[in-house]
């Protein structure tokens, strides 16, 4: 509720400033790097601004996600960013499905730490899968042992907790999350 709470209330200014921006377009003002960068920038808190109300706030099982809004969401997030989605997922997907693919993508992020591109594919039902390549990968044990068994209270920190946010959701859906593959293969595949 609070993650809900705080993009609620962040959404609706980020919101403003890519609506002056339009006017600004409409009513001709000459194009600038300047307001080029505050276009870039506004897309890209809105879409971050989306994509953390998915995967911190409150979830309903009853509704569902369009495929079309969440790769708007990772599209705006790829802008100038240092990771690169492909969301290949067919169709809506459940809202708190997508919460997890969402957690799970934020996770793969931390690992790319020089950037690199994540693949998110459903080749089964209820089963997620998310490949992360990339170079100089960063994937520890203790994020990793974070992931399977949740996190020691001395661990958890604000830069790790989408980890242990994954592993209590995953453990409440009944879920395990699998890893493979090591920084040093250059490619880090998560399934639950």
């Known amino acids: 509720m609070i993650g809900s ?31 080029d960068l505050i276009d870039e920038c506004a897309t890209h808190a809105s879409a971050r601004i989306r994509f953390f109300r998915l995967a911190y706030g409150e979830t309903n099982t009853d509704y569902s996600i369009s495929g079309t809004e969440i790769r708007d969401i990772l599209d705006a997030m790829t802008l100038n960013g240092r990771v690169s989605y492909d969301w290949q997922v067919n169709g809506d997907v459940k809202r708190h499905e997508a919460r997890i693919a969402f957690l799970g993508l934020q996770c793969l992020e931390a690992v790319l730490p020089r950037g690199g591109r994540i693949t998110v594919k459903r080749p089964h039902t209820g089963i997620w899968q998310l490949v992360a390549e990339g170079h100089n990968m960063n994937m520890s044990a203790d994020l990793a042992g974070m992931l399977r068994a949740g996190p020691k209270a001395d661990a958890l ?25 090591t920084a040093d293969t250059g490619t880090v595949t998560l399934r639950f």
Do not use: Q, T, Y
């Open 5 to 35: 709470r705080i993009c609620h209330d962040l959404i609706s200014p980020i919101g403003a400033i890519m609506n002056g921006l339009e006017m600004m377009h409409l009513s001709e003002v000459p194009p600038s790097p300047e307001i």
């Open 157 to 181: 920190c604000a830069a790790n907790v989408h980890f242990a946010m994954l592993s209590g959701v995953l453990r409440g859906a009944g879920r395990k999350p699998e890893l493979e593959g």
